[in-house]
Nanobody, 133 residues
Framework: EVQLVESGGGLVQAGGSLRLSCAAS????????IGWFRQAPGKEREGLSY????????YYADSVKGRFTISSDNAKNTVYLQINRLKPEDTAVYYC??????????????????????????WGQGTQVTVSS
């Protein structure tokens, strides 16, 4: 069974940094895309970034370019999200999610421009990030 476990969240002052981790198991890492999402109370789940470990290609939502960096350690089946210059509005539960690479690339080919939660079928339980002012 696909399993994704997030870690690395916590309470951080505005302007600080965090590195979130997503440990994956139960599937062939190179055959999947893995993404990061967040959801603040009362708001929709927001796609932030995803990576295709097979070739290291990365994709970012326009809103997070320049502050967020996604990466993977394929030997550890782990994906990371580095967040710099944290803002109070970054406060949310952060999730990683995965799906077959074909499903993700098909969505791209169909003209889907946003990183949509609906295109990712397997999800972790999330890690809380709280940014204080």
């Amino acid at each position: 069974e696909v399993q994704l476990v997030e870690s690395g969240g916590g309470l951080v002052q505005a302007g600080g940094s965090l590195r979130l981790s997503c440990a994956a198991s139960g599937f062939t890492f190179d055959d999947y895309a893995i993404g990061w999402f967040r959801q603040a109370p009362g708001k929709e789940r927001e796609g932030l970034s995803y990576i295709t470990p097979s070739d290291g290609s990365t994709y970012y939502a326009d809103s997070v370019k320049g502050r967020f960096t996604i990466s993977s350690d394929n030997a550890k089946n782990t994906v990371y999200l580095q967040i710099n210059r944290l803002k109070p509005e970054d406060t949310a539960v952060y999730y990683c999610a995965a799906d077959h690479l074909l499903r993700i690339t098909t969505a791209q080919a169909m003209g889907v421009r946003r990183i949509l939660p609906a295109t990712f079928g397997s999800w972790g339980q999330g890690t809380q990030v709280t940014v204080s002012s």
